[in-house]
């Protein structure tokens, strides 16, 4: 069974950064798009970024040229540099990966959960 374990969160100062990881492990056979979701309280969950198996990314306007998404594929994480944080990022954040099970089977996984919260 194929999990991912997320670590990272925390309190931060408005202004102030967070490196969020990942890592996957179990049985799998490949990753391909890997990437960080995110609810806030009394709102619905919502896509932060995303990474393709290539390394290319792809951003929430809101999250774009403050947050930076990388990933290691042969050690099988995830990775989210946030920068220039504001009290509207405090959110759950969820890793999320399309892990291939088997031969023309894929599965959605997602983790546990980091709670981040930005306050002075």
């Known amino acids: 069974q194929v999990q991912l374990v997320e670590s990272g969160g925390g309190l931060v100062q408005p202004g102030g950064s967070l490196r969020l990881s990942c890592a996957a492990s179990?049985?799998?056979?490949?990753?391909?798009?890997m990437g960080w979701y995110r609810q806030a309280p009394g709102k619905e969950q919502e896509l932060v970024a995303t990474?393709?198996?290539?390394?290319?990314?792809d951003y929430a306007d809101s999250v774009k040229g403050r947050f930076t998404i990388s990933r290691d594929n042969l050690k099988k994480t995830v990775d989210l540099q946030m920068n220039s944080l504001k009290p509207e990022d405090t959110a759950v954040y969820y890793c999320?990966?399309?892990?291939?099970?088997?031969?023309?089977?894929?599965?959605?996984?997602w983790g546990q959960g980091t709670l981040v919260t930005v306050s002075s």
């Open positions: 999320n990966s399309m892990v291939q099970i088997d031969v023309g089977r894929y599965r959605q996984v």
């Open positions: 179990g049985s799998m056979l490949s990753i391909n798009d």
């Open positions: 990474i393709t198996r290539g390394g290319t990314p």
